[in-house]
């Protein structure tokens, strides 16, 4: 089989302080440094011959690993030297010690794939690169890659589209010709080696389906372990632990943005209009009280009208419900669209069509549109002069999370010195 490079060269910032005095290959994952769980592992596909990529801290990692024997492997060792080289200038370095091709694994990763498998397709699809994908929607990370009918079309980690919905896996394999232009000791990106392959139609995609695992986070590095032990967390747990993800990740600046644009909704005298389904509607009633007590903008939220909201329903259909309760309320370009949702609308899958018709109503008066979506953000995002997303860090858990965040947005939005007009009951009891 092809040789693996590991790239285990970076500084584990996120993982502070537990890598202030080792790499993060070192770090203990059930009692053991995580990068013996990957030679093993390594071992058990049939590779035989491992190239580690080091950087911070890397002859600690030589210390341990030595000349791999004891792990059934061959393994050498490349250094950065006195700057870090980044992924790519890193395997650049490497090539004398890799040969023609060769895997690309990352120093934080565990990956339930079959390597055989990939070096076959790599093989079949003939092309210079091969890259591991997964059907992501979000939910691990941000997707990065667009992925059709079984070929990579592209992929882009810097500036990735809205229609990509699939995510590096964090396995690839590259022809060794494909660096050889790159100039020596010279930091660059790997990122950048695919993006350019992918533009140009030679890069190949695998798909995979089960999740990886990654060290690379405190909470990545529980879920690792779990996996790697077979001991599962209570669901209380994890569940925590997804919602401090979620806070870690969240945008904060398009949260900003969103604050800046209701900043001139209330200079210019406008309304908001919240709108919302099943518990997105529950939220909205309460924010319209916020907005309207807290910050002194006029708002409502059509799902407080019930008899309105049935009659409507029941006479005109459901997905033209809010628009025409939007044209009665006299919309103008001065308010502004609040929606709260999971999944933002989509016409295509039937899913909260009255907020897609809403959407375009309040676009053709001149209205502003912004929302706090769960998932991609669906039609809302797609089509918001501001929004934020809440980030899916577990699939089956998207719901509970998008509007349990969706009050934690709105309430930072009241309580912000921009907006927030009138003190609220305990904080001015406290003084």
């Not at 392959?197 to 030679?202: H, V």
């Amino acid at each position: 089989m092809l040789p693996v490079a590991i790239l285990a060269g970076g500084l584990a910032t996120r993982l502070r302080p537990i890598t202030e005095t080792i790499p993060k290959s070192l770090v203990e994952v059930a009692g053991r440094p995580f990068i013996e769980w990957q030679l093993e592992y390594l071992y058990q596909q049939g590779i035989r011959h491992v190239v580690l990529c080091l950087g911070y801290l890397g002859e600690q990692i030589e210390r341990v690993v030595g000349d791999g024997v004891r792990y059934g492997l061959d393994v050498e060792y490349s250094y950065d030297g006195d700057h870090l080289l980044g992924t790519g200038g890193a395997l650049k370095k490497a090539l004398p010690l890799l040969g023609e091709a060769f895997f690309i694994f990352y120093g934080d990763s565990y990956l339930p794939i079959n390597f055989l498998d990939v070096e076959t397709s790599f093989h079949q699809q003939n092309q210079f690169a091969l890259m591991t994908v997964l059907k992501n929607g979000g939910c691990w990370d941000k997707s990065n890659v667009l992925f059709r009918n079984g070929a990579l079309q592209e992929y882009n980690k810097q500036s990735p589209s809205i229609e990509m919905d699939y995510i590096d896996y964090g396995l690839g394999i590259l022809s060794a010709d494909i660096l050889k232009d790159y100039h020596d000791n010279k930091p660059f990106d790997l990122a950048d080696v695919y993006r350019k392959l992918s533009l140009k139609s030679q890069l190949a995609g695998y798909e995979v389906f089960d999740r990886f695992y990654e060290i690379g986070s405190i909470i990545g590095l529980k879920e690792t372990e779990e996996f790697l032990t077979g001991e599962q967390m209570s669901y209380s747990q994890q569940h925590v632990n997804e919602a401090i993800t979620i806070l870690n990740t969240i945008d904060v600046n398009a949260i900003e943005k969103v604050v800046d644009l209701l900043v001139d909704v209330k200079q210019g005298q406008g309304r908001i209009f919240f709108l919302g389904v099943g518990g997105s509607a529950g939220n909205c009633s309460h924010a319209v009280n916020d907005f309207r007590k807290i910050v002194g903008i006029e708002s409502y939220a059509p799902t407080d009208n019930v008899s309105e909201l049935t009659a409507r329903t029941n006479d005109e259909g459901w997905s033209t419900i809010f628009a025409e309760w939007l044209k009665i309320s006299h919309l103008k370009a001065n308010d502004v669209l609040f929606i709260l949702s999971v999944g933002g609308g989509n016409l295509e899958k039937n899913i909260s069509p009255n907020l897609v018709e809403a959407i375009n109503y309040a676009k053709s008066v001149g209205a502003k549109i912004t929302g706090v979506v769960g998932r991609d953000g669906g039609y809302t995002a797609k089509m918001a002069d501001a929004c934020v997303i809440i980030p899916t860090v577990n699939p089956e858990t998207i719901t509970p999370h998008s509007e349990a965040f969706q009050a934690v947005v709105w309430h930072l939005l009241v309580s912000h010195p921009k907006l927030k007009t009138n003190q609220t009951k305990w904080e001015s009891a406290a003084k």
